[in-house]
């Protein structure tokens, strides 16, 4: 009795400024933060300063673009991400397993560039079930999501639980470029990427700075014997996610290094053209769910996940190159 009166008389901080703080602190920047609780950055931003006040204490160093977690924030954070996943528990455990939408996390190019435009058919099949998307770019736990499964991509080699993971497809990475760019800048071996008249033409994306390496790395691999491939160049322009680099290739803006079934429908279409084929990174794209219990409208959408890979189609193998 003595505790609980206690606690009652503590005044907590409002909610919303608590699971601000959490979402900012848990993804590193106000805007993903904003956009995981469908707010504006400057709603996230007033909420965590509205916490500080409370608490007196700073939880935020450095710049707006770069925020880091103090001491007091590195304490509260994890505190509140394992609270808040403990309530949603909760509020599933007491709602019908069997009705509600689907809540989905992924990559957002991949939801972009692969899911959304092959949703019409899940959703023509199924018109009862709602798929509700959720993009992230940080963290693969779908219990950290707090939502019914996650999309994501791991080691081809790591240990996964069968009665929770599934296998979708594994990655293929190539450079790819326009046709206009193409007729401009002949790619014909992997050592052509290392010329100083090419080399500023490769995009990079802030969100996967290795990918340039990774398929450096993998086109060396694939090769039947050893190949010069070019080594990782500072030269050229980086956006801040993966959509935006691929729509600049399509525009001609330069190389880009990619994955098969983000750029798949490009090349097909002719939009974009893939002179040195694909290798695989050694990566799969693997579908994690929250639980590993029956629940019949996420069988039906796994199902229909792994329908949508096996018809997609196989990546070009790289050139045989003299």
């Not at 206690?6 to 907590?12: A, E, F, G, K, V």
């Not at 190389?255 to 799969?284: E, K, N």
């Amino acid at each position: 009795m003595c505790s609980r009166i206690t606690y009652m008389s503590h005044r907590l901080p409002p909610l919303s400024a608590l699971r601000a703080f959490e979402a900012a602190a848990r993804l590193g920047r106000m805007t993903a933060a904003a956009d995981e609780l469908s707010v504006t950055p400057g709603a996230i931003s007033r909420q965590v300063r509205q916490l500080e006040q409370h608490l007196g204490v700073a939880l935020f160093d450095g710049s707006k673009a770069r925020p880091t977690l103090t001491p007091a924030a590195h304490v509260l954070q994890p505190v509140l991400t394992h609270a808040f996943a403990h309530i949603a528990d909760a509020v599933r455990e007491v709602s019908d397993p069997r009705r509600g939408p689907l809540d989905v996390a992924c990559f957002s190019t991949f939801t972009v560039k692969w899911l959304i435009p092959r949703l019409f058919d899940f959703q023509a099949q199924h018109p009862g079930i709602e798929v509700r998307l959720r993009t992230t770019d940080a963290g693969t736990d779908a219990k950290r999501q707090h939502g019914d499964l996650v999309i994501t991509a791991e080691e081809a080699s790591g240990a996964r639980d069968a009665s929770r993971e599934q296998r979708l497809f594994a990655e293929h990475l190539g450079p790819v470029l326009s046709p206009e760019l193409a007729q401009r800048v002949a790619l014909q071996q992997p050592a052509d990427l290392a010329d100083p008249a090419v080399s500023p033409l490769r995009l990079h994306t802030r969100t996967r700075r290795n990918a340039w390496a990774m398929w450096g790395a993998a086109a060396g691999a694939a090769a039947p014997e050893p190949v010069p491939v070019p080594t990782p160049s500072p030269s050229g322009p980086e956006f801040e996610h993966y959509y935006f680099t691929l729509e600049a290739a399509v525009r001609g803006l330069g190389i880009a290094v990619a994955p098969w079934h983000l750029v798949m429908d490009d090349v097909l279409a002719g939009r974009l053209v893939a002179p040195l084929g694909f290798v695989a990174s050694g990566y799969d794209y693997v579908v994690r769910r929250r639980a590993s219990g029956p629940l019949p409208r996420l069988d039906v959408f796994c199902a229909w996940l792994q329908a949508q890979a096996a018809a997609t189609p196989a990546p070009p193998g790289p050139q045989q190159l003299d």
